[in-house]
């Protein structure tokens, strides 16, 4: 069993040395040491492997006989024996993302017991970084629901302020569902290239001068030049009331104006916000198993679904709907994507009889009662 020690040595060469005796002496093994200067003098930091039978009350008095003072003892995981500052440098890059998961960090790092003065302190400064950060990473609120009726345009070069501020106000999950990684921050860069995608569209949905919604279509050369890749983003106090579906239905219109024959869009297969948005465009659709996500393929003509399933893995590009943080599919080069089960998305599941010529907007011409 792993135990955590903290004690105060006694002020006398040949302390430590001693407390290591003892130890050796009762088969305990010290896996790990640090040493650190308090106000009271030095303060030892053990990780110790044990055989059964011992507790932490027996490990404070075998302390307590090598002369140490103010131990504490706790159990702890395997994971302690990580270099501590580069388990305390990833904490601070998770703050980056998240700077109110401070307590989170703190109770994976050091538990919820008494601290030893040295954990006390990295605690202190933990807190005070998370604090910076969020004050850095302050937004003002946007627009509310109710405050005005949404307008939809297509997006210009000028909108990427607009985009970077609606994209900070949306939450951690809405961000990553998104864009299927972790996203913190989107850049002006960025944000310009999604606001006017090479040889696509965007649409964005504004109340007063502020974006609470976007949708984009681009094109997914590697899917041949008439496909489009389209991704939606909804500010989370706008999510639940139609605008996602008002946005996908224009920036489809616009694509196929565009001339594409299909689009796109990748979905996680939990994010059943999305793929009930994609079954309300009443189009044909098709989806397919792409490594850890679902292609969903939407089609604009007749014949756009008949090669949309055994394709090859791509390269995601920039000049996508997508930002190029997206890892690739694990399947291997020329192995055909699994269709998804369409039992489990009846949303996307082709009814007996609709299997029509689909109309100018893509819908079959079926009975749909």
């Keep these: 069993m792993l135990w955590k020690i903290g004690t105060e040595l006694a002020d006398r060469p040949g302390a430590l040395a001693e407390l290591a005796a003892r130890c050796g002496a009762d088969d305990i093994n010290i896996l790990s040491l640090e040493v650190f200067t308090a106000e009271t003098g030095a303060v030892d930091e053990l990780v110790v492997s044990t055989g059964a039978g011992w507790t932490a009350d027996a490990l404070k008095a075998l302390a307590a006989e090598a002369g140490c003072l103010g131990t504490t003892v706790r159990p702890c995981q395997a994971d302690v024996l990580n270099d501590a500052p580069t388990r305390y440098l990833r904490a601070v890059l998770r703050l980056i993302d998240d700077p109110v998961s401070v307590d989170d960090e ?7 017991e008494e601290y030893t003065p040295a954990e006390w302190a990295r605690a202190d400064v933990l807190v005070e970084i998370a604090g910076r950060l969020a004050e850095r990473f302050e937004v003002t609120e946007g627009p509310r629901p109710g405050s005005g009726v949404p307008v939809l345009r297509k997006a210009t070069v000028e909108d990427a302020e607009a985009v970077v501020a609606m994209h900070e106000r949306c939450s951690y999950e809405s961000r990553t569902r998104r864009y299927h990684v972790p996203m913190a921050k989107l850049t002006a860069r960025t944000a310009r290239h999604l ?4 040889g696509g569209v965007s649409i964005v949905a504004c109340v007063g001068d502020a974006v609470i919604g976007m949708a984009t279509a681009a094109p997914w050369e590697e899917l041949g030049r008439t496909t489009m890749e389209v991704a939606v983003l909804v500010e989370d106090g706008w999510q639940g009331q139609g605008l996602g579906l008002r946005l996908l239905r224009q920036v489809v219109a616009e694509a196929r104006l ?3 024959d299909r689009v ?5 297969p939990e994010n059943d916000a ?15 198993r792409d490594g850890d996500h679902l292609m969903v393929t939407v089609a604009l003509s ?3 679904l008949s090669h949309a399933v055994d394709r090859a893995p791509v390269q995601y590009r920039l ?6 943080h997206r890892s690739q599919s694990p399947r291997s080069p020329g192995q055909p994507a699994g269709e998804h089960p369409l039992a489990a ?8 009889g609709r299997a029509g010529a689909a109309g100018r907007d893509g819908a079959d011409r079926g009975d749909r009662s």
């Excluded at 606001?195 to 090479?198: F, G």
């Excluded at 000049?319 to 190029?324: G, V």
Aim: proline share 12%.
């Design 345 to 352: 998305l009846p949303a996307l599941q082709p009814h007996p």
């Design 106 to 112: 703190l109770g994976n790092l050091l538990g919820f």
């Design 195 to 198: 606001s006017a995608p090479a």
């Design 302 to 304: 007749d014949q756009s």
């Design 258 to 260: 565009l001339g594409a």
């Design 319 to 324: 000049n996508r709907a997508t930002p190029p």
């Design 274 to 288: 999305m793929l009930r948005t994609l079954e309300r465009l009443r189009m044909r659709s098709r989806a397919v």
């Design 264 to 268: 796109v869009c990748l979905v996680q």
